[in-house]
Antibody, heavy 129, light 109 residues
Framework: QVQLVESGGGVVQPGRSLRLSCAAS????????MHWVRQAPGKGLEWVAV????????YYADSVKGRFTISRDNSKNTLYLQMNSLRAEDTAVYYC??????????????????????WGQGTMVTVSS | DIQMTQSPSSLSASVGDRVTITCQAS??????LNWYQQKPGKAPKLLIY???NLETGVPSRFSGSGSGTDFTFTISSLQPEDIATYYC???????????FGQGTKLEIK
């Protein structure tokens, strides 16, 4: 079945680094853009970053730009998030999510909803001294 | 940046009630508006995409409408399993970014 499994979370001191992984299965990983979305304890959802299907385009939220790097290895069906210079406010559950594959309407036009249709279970990152 | 205002922040309703949540964008976002359900301790689940399209496998009591700046999410007859927090989400392509509403926590009365 279609599945995303995150790993790599843990407790890290402020200023240190951590790399998250997201293993994909059950679909053609190399055909989909992928995202990272996070959720601080008791708070709402915050989009973090997106990478195109081939890794050629990457975009980031302002809150992580210059500190986080999204990447992927399509040969390993794995998405990554390299997090440097971590801050207390980066403490959150980090989810990887698949970009919606799009759909055709009744007239045959193709649309891309820019939605997240498959989510992993999340991995917790705690930044604390 | 486009701001999303979701209301109410919390809502209490009875089983069988019709429930409505709204999301307002600070500028025209066409129909680039999606709705998610998140149950405690679980990942979010996509319910509605492009404002009004029901994701495969989602019960038909869920629906969405709107375009431009004003959007509505409706549960036609609330069921006990619908207790969750609901989020709207929009997409902006200049630059490419995604923004969630603040969430609506739905409880049973």
């Amino acid at each position: 079945q279609v599945q995303l499994v995150e790993s790599g979370g843990g407790v890290v001191q402020p200023g240190r680094s951590l790399r998250l992984s997201c293993a994909a299965s059950g679909f053609t990983f190399s055909s989909y853009a992928m995202h990272w979305v996070r959720q601080a304890p008791g708070k709402g959802l915050e989009w973090v970053a997106v990478i195109s299907y081939d890794g050629s385009n990457k975009y980031y939220a302002d809150s992580v730009k210059g500190r986080f790097t999204i990447s992927r290895d399509n040969s390993k069906n794995t998405l990554y998030l390299q997090m440097n210079s971590l801050r207390a406010e980066d403490t959150a559950v980090y989810y990887c999510a698949r970009d919606h594959p799009g759909y055709y309407d009744s007239s045959g036009y193709y649309y891309v909803p820019h939605a997240f249709d498959i989510w992993g279970q999340g991995t917790m990152v705690t930044v604390s001294s | 940046d486009i701001q999303m205002t979701q209301s109410p922040s919390s809502l209490s309703a009875s089983v069988g009630d019709r429930v409505t949540i709204t999301c307002q964008a600070s500028q025209d976002i066409s129909n680039y508006l999606n709705w998610y359900q998140q149950k405690p301790g679980k990942a979010p689940k996509l319910l509605i995409y492009d404002a009004s399209n029901l994701e495969t496998g989602v019960p038909s009591r869920f629906s969405g409408s709107g375009s431009g700046t004003d959007f509505t999410f409706t549960i036609s007859s609330l069921q006990p399993e619908d207790i969750a927090t609901y989020y709207c989400q929009q997409y902006d392509n200049l630059p490419q970014r995604y923004t969630f509403g603040q969430g609506t926590k739905l409880e049973i009365k």
